[in-house]
């Protein structure tokens, strides 16, 4: 299995609710195994995108191909509500491919690792409280260096409350 990093954010309507969904929706990926997630961190939306995000990071192992892995993300976005046209503006529902493993792909619309993860406190917070030893594989930099390194100005708040998956029987933890 491939081990992955998938980001996940919301700045509209129930925010916690749609990501417990959006976690509940990982672990039964098919195929996959949602292994395990970071906190929620409430974070400043950057541009002008409407209030704060709720953002997490989940490490899901996959026998997926990156590409299939891809299209069910933005599936799931558009199933909770998502504006496939809009690239930027608020969002019930944000799930970025972060990491793919060590690999690194460029091909037709799949940018892995994502292209902006490095410059993004709301992304690296959540990714260096589960892997901060893992090494950026077009970079070279663990993400632990990458987030001490960092000039993003945006704020970021780890909140004590986790977000608890959502399954069809109610919710329940890894």
């Known amino acids: 299995m491939v081990e992955t990093y998938i980001g996940i954010g919301s700045n509209l309507g129930d925010r916690r609710d749609f990501c417990a969904r959006a976690l509940g929706l990982l672990g039964m990926l098919p195929q ?16 002008d995108v409407g209030g ?16 299939r892995l891809l299209l069910i993300l933005k599936e799931t976005e558009r199933g909770m509500g998502r ?15 972060l990491f793919y493993g060590d690999q690194v792909i460029h091909d037709n619309g799949l940018e892995v690792p994502h292209p902006r993860l490095h410059e993004r406190r709301f992304v690296l917070a959540p990714l260096a409280e589960l892997t901060p030893a893992f090494r950026h594989p077009a ?3 663990t993400v632990a260096s990458l987030l001490t390194t960092l000039k993003d100005p945006h704020a970021v708040r780890r909140l004590e409350e986790p977000v608890v998956p959502w399954t069809p029987g109610g919710a329940c933890r890894p």
């Open 139 to 141: 970079l070279g930099e």
């Open 32 to 47: 996959s195994q949602l292994v395990r997630y970071s906190s929620a961190y409430e974070t400043e939306p950057v541009g």
């Open 52 to 67: 704060p995000f709720l953002n997490l990071v989940a490490r899901v192992d996959t026998d997926l191909p990156a590409w």
């Open 83 to 97: 504006d496939p046209d809009r690239s930027s503006g608020p969002r019930t529902m944000d799930l970025d491919l």
